[in-house]
């Protein structure tokens, strides 16, 4: 059920893999060969190590007065549920706005999950609930959770939530219930499928076009020829986390 | 000896009546199957193997990404959610029917949605609340 988390074992499969498709490069017939593309997970093929699903947030383009992709995210993952104390409601995406005290620059951003490539959620997690899909996308497996918070309290982004009631209005796509941790998923129902997540679709039909999503392994997307372009930076790039959502203009 | 036999055998006697008194008064669960197509296996193997089907494909779609395959819980609902009441829980709903009867708590529902096409609405969230994390402009 878990996958292997050896390094050096999964290095070793990754390097003998890449050995023998050459590269990268699928030959489709003697001297004829096919530049694999990388995509979303065809049917019954599942999650490719290939892929790296990555979010680049320009903060220079995002209104502060703008909640978009918040309102895209509940409706999408069915988060409805009014708490008395709302402390505890779950927050996938929220929008926080950063002041510069010395020179008063403001700028407003969404924080959600960050897909670390090495995510202390999943290190902390002592039921393994807690996991990486080789295509990058960290989620927590609800079968597995037993609602400990470890998670909550290793992820240095405040990126996840607890749900604290009964849940009646879920999304058939989306499963979630009380007693277990959640967060974002970059909408993996959807990325599957080959659509975007539903923040990115509704920040673009805002016409703000802040968030770019795609794949960070594939120089040919948009978001790696923009990141190879301009200036981004990880938040809290100094736990060396190697997180997947980039911010440009903080 | 005797004295004790024949206590014994009125005593087993009594707990065999009353086992098929009480095995005739337990009515059996109606199931109504209110799909029309066929479902992914036979019947009989269906009803000895779903929590395997779903358990095993639970996983894979998860933690794998597989996704597509023939047994999905979304797929069970779509075909067996009742046509009155649009879900597959309730009195005579198709699951919670025969697990009312062979008292198997099903724990699927508390997060996965019980009813057919069900589209959430969702809430409009809370801006600019919370503070930033560790991000400094």
Known sequence: ?250 | MVRLLALMAFLIMGAVASFATHAAGVPKPMVKIEGSGQCIAAAEEMRLNHMNMLGHQRDRSLRQGIRGEKASLIGCVDCHASKSTGSVLGKDGFCESCHAFSAVKVDCWQCHQPKANFKATGTAGAVGAAGAVGAKP
Request: charged share 20%; with cysteine.
């Open chain 1, 1 to 250: 059920m878990t996958e292997p988390n050896d390094k050096s074992r999964r290095g070793f499969l990754g390097a003998a893999a890449v050995g023998a498709a050459g590269l990268g490069v699928a030959a489709i017939a003697p001297g004829l060969h096919l530049i694999e593309v990388s995509q979303a997970s065809a049917p019954g093929k599942g999650a490719s190590s290939k892929v790296r699903w990555g979010m680049l947030i320009d903060t220079t383009k995002c209104a502060s007065d703008c909640n978009a992709c918040v309102k895209a995210c509940n409706s999408e993952n069915g988060i409805s549920e009014v708490l008395k104390d709302p402390r505890q409601a779950s927050q996938w995406i929220r929008k926080i706005d950063l002041k510069d005290a010395k020179s008063g620059i403001t700028h407003s951003l969404p924080m959600m999950c960050q897909h670390c490539e090495h995510p202390p959620c999943v290190d902390v997690c002592p039921t393994h609930a807690s996991m990486k899909r080789a295509d990058g996308i960290v989620l927590v497996d609800r079968h597995t959770c037993i609602g400990c918070r470890y998670c909550m309290l290793a992820c240095p982004y405040k990126a996840r939530s607890f749900v604290h009631m009964t849940l009646t209005e879920q999304n058939p796509e989306v499963p979630r219930g009380q007693g277990c941790v959640e967060s974002c998923t970059f909408c993996v129902h959807r990325v599957d499928k080959g659509q975007i997540p539903a923040c990115v679709e509704a920040c673009a039909n805002a016409e703000h076009n802040a968030m770019l999503f795609g794949d960070l392994n594939d120089p040919n997307s948009a978001i790696a020829q923009r990141i190879a372009e301009v200036k981004t930076t990880q938040v809290r790039a100094d736990l060396k986390l190697n997180v997947g959502v980039r911010y440009q203009g903080i």
